[in-house]
DNA sequence: AAATTTCATGAAAATGTTATCATTGTCTGA
DNA sequence: TCAGACAATGATAACATTTTCATGAAATTT
C-alpha cells in the first residue's frame, strides 16, 4: 500500500499537521522534530500525494496545452518554450492535441478544465468565433499562442504576420519580381488570411496586379507543395516568384520546379515562412521568415502563470519580432 | 463560484449520488429523475472535478511521458502515437523533459509519481543501471520506449538497433564499399552502442577491418556531421562510405562533402537512419532506416493502459519492425 | 395474503491533503 | 508572582467526489 502523510506521522511520533509543514516548508516546527520527520519520510519513502494537494488547495500547478498536432516541429519548439518555463516555476504540462477539429477542440478543453488546469494555452492558426466565446467563458486563465481573437479580449502572443508577409513581399518587389504566386492553405484561417493580406498590401502599393488564378491552395506540406506547383507550371501561365505558406511547401514546389525541369532561383524564385532547421541546409537554400516560436511559447507560459498567479483580468496583446531571412531561393536582385 | 455536484443536486431536488449516478452513466437510475438531472447540469452549466474525482477512485486516467526533448521530431512523432490511443481510451498525458540528465530525470519521475500518473512512458537513447532500478521500484506502472533495460525487467517496444545497423552495413558490403567511417554520438548509450555493434558485426563476417581512427564522436545533428566529415577530409584518410548516427548527421556529412568538392554518392556514400520526413526530398535522397516512430508510441501506450487497468504484473518487451530505405545516398552498387 | 425480490434513492464514510483554531508550555517584563 | 506574548504542536474541518449500506416502495413469487 502507499505511504501517506499520516504513515509519516505515526513514525516521527507527530501529528499529521506537523508533517505537512515539514514536507511545505512552513517555518514554525522545531528543528529537532523537523529533522525527526524527515527521517521518517526518507525511512517510509513517503511521496506527497498532488491530487489530495490540489483538492485542498484548489490550485495544480498545471497548465493544458491544445495544440492542433504535436507532430508539428513549429508547434513542438513552442511548446519547449512552454515546457523550459514550467520547470523554473514549478508546473507541469498536459498536452491535447486538436486536429484542428471543432468538436476535438471542446472535448479538449472540456478535459483540461475538469482537469483543473491553473491556465491553458491555446495554439493554432485559427479561432472560431464560437470557439472565442467559449474560451471567454472557461474558468481557467487563457493565452492564446500563434494566433489572436481579433477584438483582443483574449490575451495572445504572436507575431504580426500580415507585416511580415508585406515585408517579404515588398523585398520581392524590391528585388525586381512582378508575376507573384501564391501557394496557400485549402482552409481559410486566421494566419493564412493575414499573410495573404500582407501580400497583396505590397503588390497594391507597388501598383503590381495580383492574378487570382495564381492563387493556388492546397494540402500545407510538402506533396501539397510539389503538386500546386506542377499543376501551375501544367497550365502555362507566366510568374517569376512563388509565394509558399511555409518552408514545406517551398521545399515541395522547388523539387517540382526541378522535376520540370526549370532552375530554382534562377528560372524562379520561391519563399517560404518560419524557417525549418533544413531551410538553411537545403539546396537551394530557403528565403523565409523566421518565428521566434521557442521564446512565443516561453512568453505565453510566463504570461498565464502569472495571471494564474496573480489576480490581474486585464487581456494583452503580446507582439513577437520575426525576420525575414534572405536565402538563395530568393536573391536580393530578380536573375 | 465552481459549480459543483451538490449544486446540481440541490437544483434538480436529488441526492448527490443520484447526480454522481447520471453523471458517471450508472444505470441503476429511474429515466425520468436522470433527464430532471441532465437538465439541472446543463442549466448550472457544471463540469466534474476530475482531481476530486481521482482522488476517491484513486486514478488519474492520465500517463506520464518523460522525453529528453520534446523539439526532436523523432521522439515528437512517437508522442503523438501515444496522444491517439490515448484519446481512444480516454487518458491524459502529463509530459516532462529530461534533458539527457540524471538529475531531470529524477525530478521528472518524482512529479510524476507525485502527480498520481497511472503509468509512465520512459523515452530516450540510454537508461542508467541506477535508473533501472529506480523505475522498477516506482508505483506507477512503466514502459520504455526506444530504449530497454538488458535484463528486461522492464517492459519496452523498440527497434532491434543492432540487427538494423548490422542490415545496413551489410548492404553497404554487398554494394562493395569497404572503407567504412562511422559517425556517431560523443555519449556512450544503449542505441548508440547497439548500432556501432550491428556493423561491427557486419563487417566482421565479411572479414573487413574498422579502422578504429574512423570512428568518429560529434553532436548528432546537422553541425556536428558538417564538422566530422570536414575533419575526416582534412586527415587525409581513406574511406568511400560514412554510416552515420541519424539523418541530420548525414545532411550535415553530405553537406560537408560537397563543400569539400566531393560528390555524394558518386566520391563518398552516405547512410543516414531515423528517416525524417526530408530525407525523400533532400538532394541526394537518403538511405536510411526506418523506425516506426508512430507505432513504438502508440504500441506501448496501448501496453502501459492495459498494465494500469489489469494488474498482469509480467513484463513484456515488443520488438518493433524496421525498414532499410535505399535511396540514392548510398546506391545498390558502389560507383 | 405473506414473503421475497427488485428498483430507486439517500445518508454518510472515505480518499490524502492543508489550514484554521485551540492548546500547552515556556519565556519576558512589570 | 503573574499577565501576556510567543513558539510548537495537535485536532479537525474542509476540499468534491464515489460507493457502500440502508431504506422504503413496488413488483413478483409462493
Redesign the interface.
Known sequence: M?VKIVDVAREANVSVATVSRVVNNIPLVNEETKERVLEAIKKTGY??????R??KIQR?N?LGIMIP???N?LY??M??GV??IC?IYNY??????TDFSPEKEHESL??L????CDGIIYIGKNLSEEFQETLKNA?SEIVLGCVSDEKGELSSVLIDNESAAYDLAKKAIDAGYKNFALFYDRDEGFVNRKRIDGVRRALDEAGIELDPELILRGNIN?KGGHSMMTKLLESGKEFDIVMCMND?VA??AI?AAEDAGRKVPDDIAVTGFNDY??SE???PKITTVRQPMYDIGAIAARMLIKMCESDEKESRTITAPYEIVARQSMPEHAC
Open positions: 502507499k511521496k506527497p500525494n498532488a491530487i489530495a490540489s483538492l495544480t498545471t498536432d504535436i507532430s516541429p513542438t519548439e511548446v519547449r515546457e523550459d520547470g507541469n504540462i498536459i498536452l491535447s492535441n472540456d478535459v478544465i475538469e482537469k483543473q474558468p510538402v514545406q521545399i515541395g523539387r532547421w533544413i541546409w537545403f539546396d
